[in-house]
Each structure stands twice: as structure tokens, then as C-alpha cells.
């Protein structure tokens, strides 16, 4: 179990690095309220291009820490008491999936102009072209990716408050941040960190957790097996 906790606790806080570094390198990009112009001018100078690459090189590795995350996670869950509900554990993981993959599909549309003009040597004409993808992917993104983060972060932090890994008063905060990434409407990057900050807050008490597990299967926590030498003894009596 401590194994376990550990294990989603460290691939948590990787996945909230990297996922970090990638929103900051892709959101160097033009955004869809930048004038046509700032996309010319992105494009044709190629500066920012590569670090927009880089970014979406840090995407996959990001989504793999969080699979790391979501399956140690779901193995804490499966040993806690008392067991997780399964429409609960169910929705956990679909939620899981729905946002690692529709994740990977809007970076990759956000950055792909960039990434085919820095690696293919391909200059873009037409901003359009750039402002459309970049549309699909900040719809993929902030309408779909969010909401399922939103619903992993509601189903996981209901079943760890349930078997009392959660204080109440951190088990409020991470109630508010998972209703935020279910309920905003927006389309600023800064709204995507509530779900790294959510991981973070989850992973500090995972590691919490973990500590009191190891202790408890500690040998300073198991009954000395010497015998007492005041007790009765269980040899017999030769006489």
C-alpha cells in the first residue's frame, strides 16, 4: 500500500512539472485573440518555434506520468477501506483516459503549424489556416480535456475523503478546484494549472499516507516474539 501511495505521489509531481513546462512552451504560440499579423510575424521569423516544439515533445511524457499516476492512484484506492464504490472507480478511470487523450489531441493541433514549419521548412501563407487549428485545439482542450479532469479530480477526491486519506478541510479545497475545471468557461492557458495544483495538493497527502503505512508495518511496530520470562512457561513439568 505505502508502495503504492509513494509511487502516485512521485509520478503526481513529475506530471505537474512537466505539464507546467509544456503549457509555458506552447503558449508561446499565437492565441486566437492575437491579430492575423502576430501570426505572419510568428511564423516568418521562426524565434519562438522551437520552444513550441520542445512543448509538444513534453506533452507525451507528461501524459505518461499521469498514467503512472492514475493507475498507482487506482491501486491505493483498491486497498482502502472501506472499498471504493465501483461507478465511482469506473468514471475515475474513463475520466482519466478522456483527458490524457483529448489532451495529446489539442496540444498536438495548437502546435502543429509551428511543428511543420520548424521541421518541415514549410512557411504558412495564410494565418487562417494556424487560427483554425489552434481553435480545434483549444476547444479539445478547454472544453473536453478540463471536463474530464474535472471528473477525475471529483470521483478521486470523493473516494480518498471516504476512506479518511483526505482531511476535511483539503478534501474542500480539492472539491473547489475540480469544480472549477468542471464549470469554467474560459480559454486562458493560466485556468489549465487548477488541475496540476489539484494533482499537487493530492499528492502531498498521498506521501502523507504512505508514511503512516510504512509505520504501521514497521518492526518497532510488530510484538517482540522473545518470550517473557515471567509468564508461564509451556514446557512440562518433569515431575
Do not use: C, K
Not at 99 to 118: D, E, H, N, Q, R
Not at 204 to 209: K, N, P, S
Amino acid at each position: 500500500m505505502s508502495s503504492a501511495a509513494r509511487t502516485a505521489a512521485v509520478s503526481g509531481l513529475v506530471f505537474a512539472v512537466l505539464f507546467v513546462a509544456a503549457l509555458v512552451f506552447v503558449h508561446r504560440a499565437p492565441t486566437l485573440g492575437d491579430p492575423d499579423a502576430a501570426y505572419v510575424a510568428f511564423y516568418a521569423h521562426g524565434g519562438d518555434q522551437v520552444f513550441v516544439a520542445v512543448g509538444l515533445y513534453l506533452v507525451p511524457f507528461a501524459g505518461i506520468a499521469f498514467l503512472w499516476h492514475m493507475t498507482a492512484m487506482r491501486n491505493v484506492l483498491d486497498g482502502l477501506t472501506p472499498a471504493p464504490s465501483t461507478m465511482a472507480h469506473g468514471l475515475n478511470l474513463l475520466a482519466g483516459v478522456i483527458f490524457v487523450t483529448l489532451l495529446f489531441a489539442g496540444t498536438a493541433a495548437v502546435g502543429a503549424v509551428a511543428f511543420g514549419v520548424y521541421f518541415g521548412h514549410a512557411p504558412v501563407e495564410d494565418p487562417a489556416t494556424a487560427r483554425a487549428l489552434a481553435a480545434v485545439g483549444y476547444g479539445l482542450v478547454f472544453v473536453f480535456a478540463v471536463r474530464g479532469a474535472g471528473m477525475f479530480a471529483i470521483t478521486t477526491t470523493t473516494l480518498l475523503r471516504n476512506a479518511g486519506v483526505l482531511p476535511r478541510v483539503p478534501a474542500v479545497a480539492a472539491y473547489l478546484l475540480a469544480a472549477f475545471l468542471l464549470l469554467a468557461v474560459t480559454n486562458n492557458p493560466i485556468a489549465v494549472l487548477v488541475f496540476p495544483a489539484w494533482v499537487v495538493l493530492i499528492s502531498v497527502f498521498l506521501l502523507r499516507h504512505a508514511r503512516r503505512a510504512a509505520a504501521a508495518v514497521s518492526p518497532g511496530s510488530l510484538p517482540d516474539p522473545t518470550p517473557d520470562p515471567t509468564g508461564p512457561s509451556l514446557r512440562s513439568d518433569p515431575t
